[in-house]
């Protein structure tokens, strides 16, 4: 009697979490055990591959990534939630190698992802410890997390071919959360099927050719960990062909079929900031330090640094229409003490005047 009326109170708590967080404003939520093991070996045989370039934070956790238990002791499910966030009027192919203009990701326009998602997911703690005591710790994408293979899972969308999460209805531009519990809540189905068919159109679109294959991303090529994770010398070779993209890459997402019913976010702190969907490259270049702290203070451009915005901003400089204006602004920066900024200077001056 005793542990039905458990069972009975764990489901209806299920239920009452996934209400709270659409109050919250998440747009999924799903329940899932801590059952990761297939996608360790995925894990490993990419990294075998060292398709993590620099990103060395993703080797050193070893198996805290792909078994829940070992990163927050006591989980037995995990909540996952997604939050749409494509800001209302984003201009899509529009600004793609555009001759004058920059492209940064669609997700990077505005407020920090990271501190927004953290806020509501620590609401919905609180309103649950209300319920029932709890060991419970959220993340957003700032711990050893398999999120997409926990949201896959906990039944929110498939693992595409680009290796973002699909959703049927929102396509894949949301952010995904969790918050690992020692709550024993009944799970959700796992998402059934795979829904990419015969397409390949972001396998064959991606500038940079950074997909080896389906599912398999070299990071080392693809222009997101380029200009965010990347603090060095830009291999020449893919200069040229990171266009005008100076923070993330998009394109991956913009020709997937199923992003044509991705909708709006709601959320307000989504929207860009500082007119960022719609600079001029040379009005970004000329950003001082002092500028470029404040004007992303709480955006996730910080992430990058300044020399590295600038040496981003270079490339798509080298990569523009020539101006004068183009020319003047990278003359300006000829002389700038960074030398891995002058190098980049110096290059995109050369794609110009040979
Ligand atoms: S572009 Fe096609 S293959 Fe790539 S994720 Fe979208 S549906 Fe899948």
Request: aromatic residues 10%; charged residues 30%.
């Amino acid at each position: 009697m005793e542990i039905k009326n458990k069972t009975t109170g764990l489901l209806k708590l299920s239920r009452e979490i996934k209400k709270w967080s659409k109050e919250l404003g998440f747009n999924n939520v799903g329940i899932t055990d801590i059952e990761l093991r297939q996608h360790e070996k995925y894990l490993e045989r990419w990294l075998k591959r060292d398709f993590q370039g620099e990103m060395e934070y993703m080797k050193i956790h070893g198996k805290k990534r792909s078994r829940p238990e070992k990163l927050f002791k006591g989980t037995k499910r995990i909540i996952s939630v997604s939050i749409d966030y494509l800001p209302p009027g984003h201009k899509g192919t529009e600004l793609l190698d555009h001759p004058k203009k920059a492209y940064i990701a669609s997700y990077a326009q505005g407020r920090d992802y990271h501190k927004v998602l953290r806020k509501k997911l620590k609401l919905l703690v609180e309103r649950i410890k209300l319920a029932t005591p709890t060991s419970s710790r959220v993340f957003v994408d700032s711990a050893p997390v398999l999120e997409k293979a926990i949201a896959e899972k906990a039944g929110i969308g498939w693992i595409g071919k680009n290796t973002l999460l699909l959703n049927k209805r929102a396509g894949s531009y949301f952010f995904l959360g969790e918050i690992y519990t020692d709550l024993d809540l009944p799970i959700d189905e796992p998402f059934e099927g795979n829904h990419c068919g015969s397409c390949s159109a972001c396998i064959d679109i991606c500038p940079t050719k950074a997909f080896e294959g389906p599912y398999q991303l070299d990071s080392r090529k693809c222009i997101s960990y380029l200009t965010i994770e990347f603090k060095g010398s830009i291999p020449k070779e893919l200069r040229p062909l990171m266009g005008n993209r100076i923070f993330g890459c998009d394109d991956c997402q913009i020709y997937c079929p199923w992003n044509k019913f991705a909708k709006f976010s709601k959320e307000d702190d989504f929207r860009p900031r500082n007119n960022l969907e719609n600079s001029e490259l040379v009005d970004l270049f000329s950003w001082s330090k002092e500028e470029f702290l404040k004007k992303t203070e709480g955006s996730p451009i910080r992430r990058a640094g300044y020399e590295c915005w600038l040496r981003n901003i270079a490339i798509a400089l080298g990569n523009a229409d020539k101006t004068k204006k183009i020319i003047d602004a990278l003359n300006s920066r000829k002389n700038f003490p960074s030398a891995l900024v002058r190098e980049h200077v110096n290059w995109a001056l050369n794609q110009h005047l040979g």
